[in-house]
C-alpha cells in the first residue's frame, strides 16, 4: 500500500474545544511543518511529530499516537499545572513519588515482557498541528481502500508538537513517575515506544475540564483517594469549595489552612487551624445541613450550577466568619502575622478544642443541631455554641476525648463528647441518666455536665 503526500492540517488544541474543529479546511503540509518549526516563542523542546489516529468521543477530540518512552519522561509532567495554588501542585506530586513508583520502576527494569496501556495526557500551548494522510492507494486491494469513508481515511495522519506545549498526564501518573524513576537507576528503552491519548484544551475552560477528566475517569477504574478528590474534582461540591477557599481567600491560603493528604494535623504543625481534609469533612456537615440531605451522593457527584456554588461559597464564609467573630483564638489563627499562631491553642497540654480536627467537626455538628432546634441562622448559632468549654485538658473533654496522660486525643469518644456538649447547649433529647451512665463509664465521676 503507498501513501500520498499529506493533505490536511489543522490545530490539536483548537480541535478539541469541538468536534467541528476536527473538519477544517485542508492546507498543504509544507505550510504546516513551516508554522510549527517558526513558532515565535523558543521552544522548551524540540519539535517532535508523532504517528497518529484522530477521533472524536463525546466533546472531546483525541489523538492516539506513538510516544518513546524516552520523550515520555521528559516532556510529560504530573497534574500538577491545572491549580495557581502551588500547595495543591505540590500535594499531587509528593502523592506520586513514592514507594508505588518504585515497585513499577522495578517492573520495567526486571521484566522483559513489561507493557503498559495508553496514557491519557493533556496538552496546553504550543498549538500542536494535525496533519492527515488521505488519499490511500493500493495495488493489491483496491477494493478495502474504496470501501473507506471520508471520516476513516481522515482519522489517520500526524501529530505535530513544536516543543512549546505544556503536556501532563491525566490518567497513568504513578506508570510516569515509575517511568522516571526506572531512568533514574538507568534503564535502557532505546527504541520503545508507548501508546498515548493527546487531549486539547482551551484556555477558558481548561483546568475545570481536565480536573473533571482526571476525576471521572479513575472514579471508573477504581476508588480516587479523598486527597485526589480535593485536589481534582470539578464534580464534588466540598472539593471545589475547598480549593476555592485555599486559593482565594486569605484565611484560608497554606499554611493557615495545611495543604497535605491527611486529616490530622502533625504534632510540629503551629501555624494551622487545620487541615484541607478536614476542611473538606467540616463543609461536608455544612453542605449536608444546608441542603437538607441525608446522603452526599449528589453533592460528590453532580456538580452544581456556578449560582449555587456561588452561594455555597458563600454560606461556608458566613460559617468561618462566625467562628472567627465569637471564638477570638479561631481569628488569631487566620489573621496573626507571627510565626507560630496557634502554639498556644494546639500543644502536649491540650489546647483549643476548635484546633484539634475532631474538635472542628463536633463544633459543626453542633451549629447543626442548633439551627434545626431553633431555626436559627448559622450566625446565631455559632454564637449560641461559643458558650460551651474550649480547654481540652478540662471537663467535659478530659477523660472522653483528650487522654491527659498520653497527651492524645482519643477519637473513640467523639460522640459521647458530641452528645455531652448537645446537652450543655439543651440540644440533647435522650435519657439524662443515660448520658450520665456514658460518661461515667468513660472514667470520669458520675454526673453529666448540666447545661
Not at 531512568?183 to 475540564?209: C, M, S, Y
Not at 454564637?383 to 473513640?412: C, E, F, H, M, Q
Request: proline share 5%.
Amino acid at each position: 500500500m503507498t501513501v500520498s503526500k499529506t493533505k490536511k492540517t489543522t490545530s490539536a488544541s483548537k480541535g478539541a474545544a469541538s468536534k467541528a474543529a476536527a473538519k477544517a479546511p485542508r492546507k498543504a503540509a509544507a505550510k504546516t511543518t513551516a508554522k510549527v518549526a517558526t513558532n515565535a516563542k523558543p521552544p522548551t523542546h524540540p519539535q517532535l511529530i508523532l504517528p497518529s489516529l484522530r477521533g472524536n468521543f463525546g466533546d472531546w477530540v483525541y489523538y492516539t499516537c506513538l510516544m518513546s518512552v524516552k520523550d515520555i519522561a521528559e516532556r510529560v509532567n504530573y497534574a500538577e499545572e491545572i491549580h495557581t495554588d502551588q500547595a495543591l501542585s505540590k500535594l499531587i506530586q509528593r502523592s506520586l513519588e513514592g514507594p508505588r513508583a518504585k515497585h513499577i520502576a522495578n517492573y520495567l527494569t526486571n521484566t522483559s515482557e513489561r507493557f503498559f496501556s495508553a496514557m491519557v495526557l493533556a496538552t496546553y500551548g504550543g498549538e500542536p498541528q494535525w496533519m492527515d494522510v488521505g488519499n490511500f492507494h493500493s495495488t493489491s486491494s483496491p477494493e478495502i481502500v474504496n470501501s473507506l469513508d471520508e471520516g476513516s481515511r481522515d482519522a489517520m495522519g500526524f501529530l505535530a508538537l513544536s516543543g512549546n506545549e505544556r503536556i501532563f498526564a491525566v490518567d497513568g501518573q504513578h506508570r510516569l513517575a515509575g517511568i522516571r524513576e526506572a531512568i533514574r537507576e538507568q534503564a535502557d528503552f532505546e527504541g520503545e515506544q508507548l501508546p498515548v491519548i493527546l487531549i486539547g484544551h482551551d484556555e477558558k475552560n481548561k483546568r475545570q475540564r481536565t480536573r473533571r477528566l482526571f476525576t471521572t475517569h479513575n472514579k471508573t477504574a477504581k476508588p480516587v483517594q479523598k486527597r485526589d478528590i480535593i485536589a481534582l474534582d470539578e464534580d464534588d461540591a466540598m472539593a471545589i469549595i475547598s480549593r476555592r477557599l485555599v486559593e482565594e481567600h486569605a484565611w484560608f491560603k497554606d499554611p493557615r489552612i495545611a495543604v497535605i493528604s491527611s486529616s490530622n494535623v502533625p504534632s510540629t504543625n503551629t501555624e494551622c487551624l487545620t487541615t484541607i481534609t478536614n476542611l473538606y469533612n467540616v463543609l461536608r456537615l455544612l453542605l449536608l445541613h444546608h441542603t437538607k440531605q441525608k446522603s452526599d451522593r449528589t453533592l460528590r457527584f453532580l456538580r452544581p450550577s456556578d449560582e449555587v456554588l456561588e452561594e455555597y461559597y458563600q454560606y461556608a464564609l458566613s460559617f468561618f466568619t462566625a467562628l472567627a467573630k465569637h471564638f477570638p483564638p479561631v481569628k488569631d489563627a487566620f489573621t496573626s502575622k507571627v510565626a507560630d499562631p496557634v502554639a498556644k491553642y494546639r500543644n502536649d497540654h491540650g489546647g483549643h478544642i476548635l484546633f484539634r480536627p475532631i474538635g472542628l467537626l463536633i463544633v459543626t455538628d453542633l451549629v447543626n443541631a442548633y439551627m434545626t432546634a431553633h431555626e436559627a441562622t448559622v450566625a446565631d448559632a455559632v454564637k449560641a455554641v461559643a458558650a460551651i468549654p474550649t480547654d481540652l485538658s478540662k471537663a467535659p473533654y478530659k477523660g472522653v476525648i483528650w487522654d491527659v496522660d498520653r497527651g492524645l486525643i482519643n477519637a473513640k469518644q467523639k460522640a459521647l463528647a458530641r452528645d455531652v456538649l448537645a446537652h450543655m447547649l439543651g440540644l440533647a433529647a435522650g435519657d439524662p441518666s443515660a448520658l450520665e451512665a456514658r460518661y461515667a463509664a468513660a472514667g470520669n465521676k458520675p454526673g453529666a455536665p448540666a447545661p
